[in-house]
């Protein structure tokens, strides 16, 4: 099922969200043909099941690492490279047990993973329009709270008040569960006197609870805000037919744009969305949109007609730029919590102030970093296509290579000189290092520690390990965390080691490896220990 679907996407090729042949928005008339057509959609497996009052709704979406692109991907006119992985959020909706006689219907929203993670709402129409009301609780919870109310409002414009009251009749109950890669795990580690390594992370239950509530949890930066955001909205849009399913690329991308804003809106700024882009999508480069497509729609009392007609598919202004990609056969992807953190709004907005202060020097920087980062793209996109041309040579190198440190590849291939993918690994290790060097550079210039000096040493460290193709920093850089990529079962036990003995900072692995496929519809018995939270 995920090989298909991974197929299916990656033959869509690059697109631009938003392009239409026709200038027009289509907004409710649309979807409300779109309703008609569900009659008739021809479903093969549960991925495209029909949803409707009786059925349960589950949608996972993946958590992600900017590869490369940090900082630049803020501009239009740069793009980053973005993995999703296998560490996912998932919403699962179904419907309440409340009267259906009641002039006010009831939401409630948990997540067991938390302490005080129950947030409940009442909501209704009037004029035409949902209200949604906050029953005080524990706690609140801004992104869940901002998500449920407009998904609901552009629910309401697409299906119209009938069908919308008809699917909210009894309320609905929602649970929300996300990896335990999200979350540090080092507490739960102690608890149970085991040592932060991947063999005890094996030992704790999956979906574990935190020990914490949302405001304190130490989060490890996969983008649980945006996974969060847009697994609700998915799952909302499928429980109420507002979507048949999300195998048609217009339902995925009114799901991404609703996603963006509701994240941007809760965030109260409009940032690059290639966390959300990531767990719509799965693994890709990415271009950002051009912020001004959400300028009429960030305030408060924002007219839902007028949302609807923003997040459509149909909206021209949409016009960030996806490009299906992936790591190459046996090319794994490694992650490590480093227990220091960065506050990255910090970093972004001293960064940002660096370049408005120095124009000339950060642009050539930027510049070279962008070079860099197309070519680390290429390269990857070769050693893919060199798979499939000769699985054999590329097998027969990528042995070579696993158990040589990769500064010794260059004389490897040049022993080797008809062996392209020879060639292409040490590209990548190279290009890889170059992108670290200019990253330096900007730190240095910026004042910003993007790759700090501690953290220069431990990917250093990372790097001597034979197999290991590149070791660096993912998005806004800092204290937060590192990733590797490697070759084999044998260069990642050898990276483990380096993470377990290193003294200078705290070093705790992650599970989580990469999945290219982005949100997708689920079921309960296939994810395991997900009945326990839900």
Not at 227 to 235: F, K, N, Q, R, Y
Not at 396 to 422: F, I, M, R
Request: glycine share 6%; hydrophobic share 40%; aromatic share 8%.
């Amino acid at each position: 099922m995920r090989e298909r679907f991974s197929e299916e996407y990656r033959h869509l090729g690059t697109f631009v969200i938003g392009l239409s042949s026709k200038k027009s928005v289509r907004g409710v008339g649309h979807y409300s043909r779109l309703r008609k057509k569900q009659r008739a959609f021809s479903r093969r497996d549960h991925v495209t099941k029909p949803h409707n009052l009786q059925v349960p709704s589950l949608v996972s979406a993946p958590g992600k690492v900017l590869l490369a692109g940090g900082y630049l991907v803020l501009d239009p006119a740069y793009e980053g490279l973005v993995i999703s992985t296998d560490a996912r959020f998932y919403t699962y909706v179904r419907n309440g047990g409340h009267s259906p006689t009641e002039g006010k219907k009831k939401i409630v929203v948990r997540s067991l993973q938390f302490h005080q993670g129950m947030w409940k709402y009442h909501i209704e129409i009037k004029h035409g329009k949902v209200l949604l009301e906050h029953i005080p609780t524990e706690s609140t919870n801004k992104f869940v709270e901002t998500c449920v109310r407009f998904c609901l409002s552009v629910i309401l414009e697409i299906i119209g008040a009938e069908k919308f009251l008809e699917k909210i009749a009894t309320g609905l109950d929602i649970n929300i569960a996300g990896s335990n890669d999200f979350y540090s795990q080092n507490e739960q580690l102690r608890s149970r006197s085991l040592p932060i390594t991947t063999a005890s992370l094996h030992k704790i239950p999956t979906f574990c609870h935190t020990g914490s509530t949302l405001g304190t949890v130490h989060k490890t930066g996969l983008g649980s805000s945006a996974t969060l955001i847009t697994s609700l909205v998915a799952a909302l849009f499928l429980h109420t037919g507002a979507v048949p399913a999300l195998d048609e690329r217009d339902d995925r991308t009114l799901v991404h744009n609703l996603a963006q804003f509701v994240h941007c809106f809760a965030q109260g700024k409009v940032g690059s969305g290639f966390d959300v882009s990531a767990a719509v999508w799965g693994s890709h480069r990415y271009r950002r949109f051009d912020p001004k497509v959400l300028d009429r729609v960030m305030g408060d009392n924002v007219d839902p007609a007028l949302l609807l007609q923003t997040v459509s598919p149909k909206n021209s202004a949409w016009d960030n730029v996806i490009t299906p990609f992936r790591l190459p056969p046996r090319l794994t992807l490694m992650l490590a919590d480093i227990d220091a953190g960065s506050h990255t709004p910090t970093l972004v907005s001293k960064l940002l102030g660096w370049r408005k202060a120095k124009p000339d020097e950060a642009n050539a920087l930027w510049a070279e970093l962008g070079t860099a980062n197309t070519k680390i793209e290429q390269t990857l996109n070769e050693l893919d296509s060199l798979y499939v041309a000769d699985s054999f040579e590329y097998e027969d190198a990528l042995s070579k290579c696993a158990v040589l440190q990769s500064s010794e590849w260059l004389a490897l291939s040049t022993s080797h000189p008809s062996s392209a993918p020879l060639r292409a690994l040490t590209a990548a290790a190279s290009t890889f290092e170059t992108i670290r060097s200019l990253i330096r550079r900007m730190s240095v210039l910026s004042d910003v520690p993007v790759e700090p000096v501690e953290q220069t040493r431990l990917l250093d460290a990372c790097l001597a390990v034979p197999g290991v193709v590149m070791a660096g920093v993912p998005g806004a850089g800092g204290f937060d965390a590192i990733f590797c990529v490697v070759l084999s079962a044998d260069a990642a036990r050898g990276v483990e080691r380096v993470w377990e003995d290193w003294r200078e900072m705290s070093v705790s692995p992650l599970l989580a490896r990469e999945d290219s496929v982005g949100a997708r519809v689920e079921r309960v018995e296939d994810v395991a220990g997900l009945n326990m939270v839900i």
